[in-house]
């Protein structure tokens, strides 16, 4: 019986349900019959034989390669794709991988209005150097916020009020604060992280601006997490948002690109709320007023009761609970 050569049924095939190929059993078996056409079917071809053990590396080079086809395939969507096949993916929609960050935080400079302080440098109580922007302007009230990096890479904390030390005297500045805690580095994107983002991002050209101000933070470089929330109303809402009013939560990232971001997105005559105000020029110059809060940890407490059984010895029971068990 002569072999169609066409039709074998061994290859990897695309459908309109998307790419398949067989296993690597049910090639072995297609290649076992038809080796068995040309020898004979009273061929030996088991697994302790000579012929045996070509067909199953034939078999395994044809599974491999179905594998290999498959990944291809897969790799051309954001939605399973990974890797540096991901990473590439993304870019049609204008992003990139976030590599590995150093840890940031939001410092209170004061001192004379005016005061211009180019490559400044603090240090915390632990003597850890953090670089600011190139240049900061001190604003007319005598305080500016701006955002300094930590100049170890990892997770470098520093808590609420610990860098409160002038490392480049400049004439002009007088104090450094940082009023809450930094955002600590983080690791390079996981592929998971990063398929998320990609479906945040084909939201910033939306029908809604709320979407497209939610898209566009999380893509602010150092933007580790993020809630955006807004008041549509014509009254303060149950969150204490004003009337007409978005309000963004953000974590990580500079508090002038992010205020730049939001001021760049957000809908005409929607006011901005939140603890952190950073003024941003508009293309004419006109100063914009952006504001935006940082998280804060809030402790969380836990109750548990203890129940001592009856067959415990009263010697062995314990008058604080807690305490005997480290609870404390």
Same mark, same amino acid.
């Given at each position: 019986m002569?072999?169609?050569?066409d039709t *074998?049924g061994?290859s990897?095939?695309?459908?309109?349900e998307?790419? =398949?190929?067989?296993?690597y059993?049910?090639?072995?078996?297609?290649?076992?019959s038809?080796?068995?056409q040309?020898? +004979? =079917?009273?061929?030996y071809l088991?697994?302790?034989?000579?012929d /045996?053990q070509m067909v199953?590396?034939?078999?395994l080079?044809i599974?491999?390669?179905?594998?290999?086809?498959?990944s291809?395939?897969?790799?051309? =969507?954001p939605?399973t $794709?990974?890797?540096?096949a991901l990473?590439?993916?993304?870019?049609?929609?204008g992003i990139?991988?976030?590599g590995a960050t150093?840890s940031t935080?939001?410092l *209170?400079?004061?001192g004379?209005?005016?005061t211009?302080i180019?490559? +400044?440098?603090?240090?915390?109580?632990n003597?850890?150097?953090w670089?600011l922007?190139?240049?900061v302007?001190?604003?007319v009230? !005598?305080?500016?916020?701006?955002?300094?990096?930590?100049s170890?890479s990892?997770a470098?904390?520093a808590?609420?009020g610990?860098i409160?030390?002038?490392?480049?005297?400049t004439?002009?500045w007088?104090s450094?604060?940082?009023p809450?805690?930094?955002t600590?580095?983080?690791p390079?994107e996981?592929?998971a992280? *990063?398929r998320?983002r990609q479906?945040q991002?084909?939201?910033?050209?939306s029908i809604?601006?709320?979407e497209?101000v939610?898209?566009?933070?999380a893509?602010?470089? +150092?933007? @580790?997490?993020?809630k955006?929330y807004?008041?549509?109303?014509?009254?303060?809402? !149950?969150? $204490? *948002?004003?009337?007409?009013s978005?309000?963004a939560i953000?974590?990580g990232g500079d508090?002038?690109?992010?205020?730049?971001t939001?001021?760049g997105?957000? /809908?005409? !005559?929607v006011r @901005?709320w939140g603890?952190t105000?950073?003024?941003?020029?508009?293309k004419y110059g006109?100063p914009?007023?952006i504001?935006f809060?940082?998280p @804060?940890?809030?402790?969380?407490?836990?109750k548990i009761?203890? @129940?001592v059984?009856?067959?415990?010895?009263l010697?062995?029971?314990?008058?604080?609970?807690?305490?005997?068990y480290?609870?404390h």
């Amino acid at each position: 019986m002569a072999l169609n050569l066409d039709t *074998l049924g061994l290859s990897a095939t695309v459908t309109a349900e998307g790419i =398949s190929a067989p296993d690597y059993q049910t090639i072995l078996d297609t290649l076992t019959s038809y080796f068995q056409q040309i020898y +004979g =079917s009273d061929a030996y071809l088991e697994p302790d034989s000579k012929d /045996g053990q070509m067909v199953a590396l034939v078999a395994l080079a044809i599974h491999d390669a179905n594998n290999t086809a498959i990944s291809v395939y897969n790799c051309f =969507s954001p939605a399973t $794709g990974y890797g540096v096949a991901l990473t590439s993916n993304v870019k049609i929609n204008g992003i990139a991988r976030k590599g590995a960050t150093n840890s940031t935080v939001d410092l *209170l400079l004061t001192g004379t209005a005016g005061t211009t302080i180019t490559n +400044g440098t603090v240090k915390d109580t632990n003597n850890v150097i953090w670089r600011l922007p190139d240049s900061v302007v001190i604003g007319v009230d !005598g305080t500016v916020t701006a955002t300094a990096i930590c100049s170890k890479s990892g997770a470098v904390a520093a808590p609420a009020g610990t860098i409160t030390t002038i490392n480049t005297p400049t004439r002009g500045w007088t104090s450094v604060t940082n009023p809450a805690a930094a955002t600590v580095g983080a690791p390079a994107e996981t592929d998971a992280e *990063l398929r998320i983002r990609q479906g945040q991002s084909v939201a910033i050209p939306s029908i809604t601006p709320f979407e497209g101000v939610d898209g566009a933070i999380a893509n602010i470089a +150092g933007v @580790t997490r993020h809630k955006l929330y807004e008041n549509d109303t014509g009254k303060t809402d !149950g969150n $204490g *948002l004003p009337p007409h009013s978005i309000s963004a939560i953000v974590d990580g990232g500079d508090v002038t690109e992010i205020a730049r971001t939001i001021r760049g997105n957000k /809908g005409q !005559g929607v006011r @901005t709320w939140g603890k952190t105000s950073v003024t941003v020029p508009d293309k004419y110059g006109n100063p914009h007023i952006i504001s935006f809060s940082r998280p @804060t940890d809030v402790p969380v407490y836990g109750k548990i009761t203890l @129940t001592v059984f009856a067959r415990v010895h009263l010697s062995d029971r314990c008058a604080d609970p807690a305490g005997c068990y480290g609870l404390h």
